[in-house]
């Protein structure tokens, strides 16, 4: 098993610009999340899903959109990417109150 | 808003034990108590989580009061490689909803 991949990695972006950040997990998790980790900060909800196609918001969902069309897949969608969303994403997958697994992380800077 | 309340940092003698609290006196329940820690900017690591009882794997201990209103994160023999952010995080809401909430953690240092 791979667990929680996340694609790209590294990304920079320029402001306005638009792009997808991916994830996919492969243990047939229900739960999916998306989190963003600003410098030397805790990691912030922005949204997530307890199933295909239902998700909802979490803590900062402004300026992001996500879809779950399947059960392995959750993009995260930056439609006008600003200099705010500078942070690292992670990605994460559980089955209920079972162990969260998380991605490796993405680092988007916006210049 | 996160649920728990945590020490922001704590310092701890490299082979001593490591005693993380965490206060969650709005807990329901049916809420579990989960332990992650990050290391530099990985991604969070899984340590382990409880309902009411007392918990024990290879890595930690937890240790939750009766009235479950908070919690303990034991680490038996403390390294170097121990220097984390720890968080204790309560899953929010229902089972059917999920939302977990990370607050601002406690940092460990191990020192020599």
């Known amino acids: 098993n791979a667990g929680v991949t996340q694609t790209p990695k590294f990304r920079i972006l320029k402001i306005g610009q638009s792009m997808t950040l991916q994830c996919t997990q492969d243990m047939n998790h229900n739960y999916m999340y998306w989190y963003r980790q600003d410098p030397g900060m805790g990691l912030k909800l922005i949204y997530y899903s307890v199933g295909a196609g239902i998700t909802d918001k979490g803590e900062v969902p402004n300026g992001y959109n996500v879809s779950r069309s399947t059960t392995e897949d959750f993009p995260l969608r930056l439609e006008l990417a600003a200099p705010s969303q500078t942070s690292v994403y992670f990605c994460?997958?559980?089955?209920?109150?079972?162990?969260?697994?998380f991605g490796e992380g993405s680092w988007l800077t916006v210049v | 808003d996160a649920k728990t309340t945590q020490p922001p940092s704590m310092d701890c003698a490299e082979g001593r034990a490591a005693n993380l609290p965490c206060n969650h006196s709005?807990?329901?329940?049916?809420?579990?108590v989960y332990w992650y820690r990050q290391i530099h900017s990985q991604g969070p690591q899984y340590i382990i989580h409880?309902?009411?009882n007392n918990e024990t794997n290879e890595m930690a201990s937890l240790i939750i009061t009766e009235d479950r209103k908070s919690s303990t994160l034991i680490l038996p023999h403390a390294t170097l490689r121990d220097t984390a952010v720890y968080y204790c995080?309560?899953?929010?809401?229902?089972?059917?909803?999920?939302?977990?909430?990370f607050g601002q953690g406690t940092t460990l240092q191990v020192k020599p």
């Open positions: 409880g309902l009411k």
């Open positions: 994460a997958s559980s089955q209920e109150q079972n162990t969260i697994y």
């Open positions: 709005t807990i329901s329940g049916n809420e579990y």
């Open positions: 995080i309560v899953r929010v809401g229902s089972s059917n909803t999920g939302k977990l909430i």
